[in-house]
């Protein structure tokens, strides 16, 4: 494992930032960095210390780090895909992206009446699939933090 200092530029780790054209399909290149990425947060775990939280909260390495992974994660899933996958209907596609059932036909139909869904849609149908996929794996503490009220401020 390569040991990163602190001050080494997260280009090296992902790529540069602000770079939106990224090529669709990933390259062996674009997982090697994210490995190292990944490799670097968990040096980062083994050597942070319990600091107080303060609000608001300051951006370290780590979080330079998975705001970069986050923001290179191309998620997506097309209707057909989670249709094909999943036994659902429209209502159920229609919930989890937060779109009309006449949306989701759109989205769906064979003709002149088909309308692409937008990238948000695909990707809230990816990390839908994602968390159906993994929830056994998915510690009890995370779903309640997931699924919790949102205080209001």
Not at 20 to 32: F, G, V
Not at 34 to 62: G, K, N, V, W
Not at 120 to 138: G, R, T, V
Request: aromatic content about 10%; glycine content about 2%.
């Amino acid at each position: 494992m390569e040991n990163y200092g602190i001050l080494t530029p997260l280009s090296a780790f992902i790529g540069r930032p602000g770079n939106s054209m990224m090529p669709k399909k990933r390259s062996n290149d674009h997982l090697i960095k994210c490995q190292r990425a990944l490799d670097r947060l968990a040096q980062i775990a083994q050597c942070q210390s319990t600091r107080p939280l303060s609000m608001p909260r300051a951006i370290t390495e780590r979080e330079r780090i998975l705001i970069n992974l986050y923001s290179f994660c191309r998620l997506s899933m097309t209707p057909r895909e989670f249709y094909w996958k999943w036994q659902v209907n429209q209502e159920d596609i229609a919930q989890i992206c937060c779109r009309s059932t006449y949306a989701v036909n759109s989205w769906l139909a064979q003709s002149s009446r088909y309308k692409s869904p937008s990238s948000d849609s695909l990707y809230h149908l990816a990390l839908m699939d994602f968390l159906l996929e993994n929830f056994d794996a998915i510690p009890q503490e995370l779903l309640n933090q997931l699924c919790s009220k949102v205080e209001e401020g």
